[in-house]
């Protein structure tokens, strides 16, 4: 493989010198795995990997990238559909290396670094029977969720997971160190829940945790897809009085021909009823009743569970090696004819790992000032996903057509907004879309902490200067 180093050699030498972690160049050995991430659409060949052992590394990779002006990305966890962890070219701040996770049992806190994923802060968490709400993938990390806002089946009841940080150290593009919170820098702290990594490179969260666990009631109710109009019909009158302990997602999706699915399912399309509640056992029995009851499901997975096993139920399924493109939109519950759309477009899913996912939001997230947060768009019950998944580099065109297609349909009954997360690679007018009335302050704060937009490998907020 021959990647060129934009840099002299006596430069790289000397950022050797005072690097802790490890350096990677193209042939070294380790960098082909380091510059591999969880969407494998992307493929792209960066000079340097810098993995870095601890902030200090974080910083003088932050400051060789800016006085050698190198395109500069930043990985943690890798997991994000757009793919902007890898840069090809420049510099690729890789703080995967960084993995420690703090409890504070008595505080009910948690500090983790940016490396950690979620299932290692369930990991620990979980040993204190305390959680955060983080993500439904437990191998996605913590850092470029958090960035986002970040959901999970927890945050109806305690929030997004923005609205459980309390602080966080961050690396701006000039080098500084900064402890950004309610009562320091409250400007960045502000922009970062929710405004990605566009502002600098956080090393340290300290989040809120909550008691959960350490079972919950969890699992799904998978449905003939014959009845998939009448389920998803059901799913929004129920999901309309739901409490906020219950979050219950509608997913049409291949069956996978796993031993708790009868033989006769497997590889067929179906719907299913994905939930978690996470309040008492014997109360989410009863207010998961009627969707037991509901039509004639052909069979029902939902019993008490470890919240770690909820958390890592869609893991193998969502796992890497695949390409991924994602379109999705936030949505008031659909009427009856985008449903019929919906029902249409899926009777003609392009791979068998493709997924037709409505995630339930709302409740706790909805009760927070939309302009508290640089993440804008709570006033909303659904996140609706279509999550393509296949192989072969030649179904590219195909695939991406019809997901573009798929939303283009389904858009005219959706909002305007986005989740940052949730954004492949689109343009700067969905990157608007997804802050909304907040984008011009963000903005503002770019031009402060960023003004050479040193940090635009993301869904980037341009500088205005």
């Not at 504070?104 to 940016?114: D, L, M």
């Not at 899926?346 to 927070?368: M, W």
Request: contains cysteine.
């Amino acid at each position: 493989m021959a990647v060129t180093s934009p840099v002299n050699e006596s430069a790289v030498t000397e950022f050797q010198e005072r690097f802790r972690g490890t350096l990677l160049r193209p042939d070294d050995e380790g960098y082909d795995e380091a510059r591999t991430i969880w969407n494998a659409m992307i493929d792209r060949e960066p000079a340097l990997i810098a993995q870095c052992a601890g902030v200090a590394d974080v910083i003088a990779s932050v400051t060789f990238a800016r006085e050698n002006d190198l395109l500069l990305s930043v990985k943690a966890g890798g997991h994000n559909v757009a793919g902007n962890a890898i840069c090809d070219g420049g510099l690729v701040i890789d703080l995967s290396p960084m993995r420690s996770v703090r409890i504070n049992p008595g505080a009910k806190t948690v500090r983790v670094e940016p490396g950690v994923t979620l299932g290692e802060l369930d990991h620990e968490t979980q040993a204190f029977g305390l959680a955060t709400p983080a993500g439904i993938v437990s191998t996605t990390g913590v850092a470029g969720l958090t960035l986002g806002g970040g959901w999970g089946w927890l945050s109806r009841t305690y929030g997004l997971t923005i609205d459980n940080l309390r602080s966080a150290d961050v690396v701006t593009a000039d080098g500084e160190l900064l402890h950004a919170s309610d009562k320091e820098h409250e400007d960045l702290f502000w922009g970062i829940r929710g405004g990605g990594g566009n502002f600098g490179i956080a090393t340290s969260f300290e989040f809120d945790a909550h008691e959960v666990g350490p079972e919950v009631l969890g699992g799904m109710i998978v449905h003939s897809f014959d009845d998939a109009a009448d389920v998803l019909r059901f799913h929004r009158e129920f999901t309309a009085g739901a409490p906020d302990d219950l979050c219950c997602y509608a997913a049409i999706l291949t069956a996978p021909p796993a031993p708790f699915l009868p033989v006769e399912i497997h590889e067929t399309t179906v719907v299913a009823l994905v939930l978690c509640y996470s309040g008492r056992i014997e109360e989410g029995e009863e207010v998961i009743q009627p969707l037991r009851e509901f039509g004639e499901p052909i069979v029902d997975l939902v019993e008490p569970l470890p919240f770690t096993a909820m958390q890592q139920m869609f893991d193998e399924e969502l796992g890497p090696g695949y390409r991924n493109y994602w379109k999705t939109q936030l949505i008031e519950p659909l009427p009856d004819e985008a449903i019929d759309i919906v029902v249409k477009r899926a009777g003609t899913l392009p791979s068998p790992e493709t997924q037709i996912v409505l995630e339930h939001i709302g409740g706790e997230i909805a009760r927070v000032d939309p302009a508290a947060t640089a993440y804008r768009h709570r006033n909303v019950p659904f996140s609706f996903n279509i999550l393509p998944r296949w192989t072969d580099p030649e179904d590219d065109d195909a695939i991406i057509s019809w997901a573009q297609e798929f939303l283009k349909e389904v858009a005219q009954y959706a909002t305007p907004g986005v989740a940052p997360n949730f954004l492949s690679l689109e343009g700067d007018e969905r990157v608007k879309a997804a802050y909304g009335a907040n984008y011009d302050r963000l903005v503002e704060l770019k031009n402060k902490y960023d003004p050479e937009n040193l940090f635009r490998m993301n869904q980037n907020i341009k500088p205005s200067v």
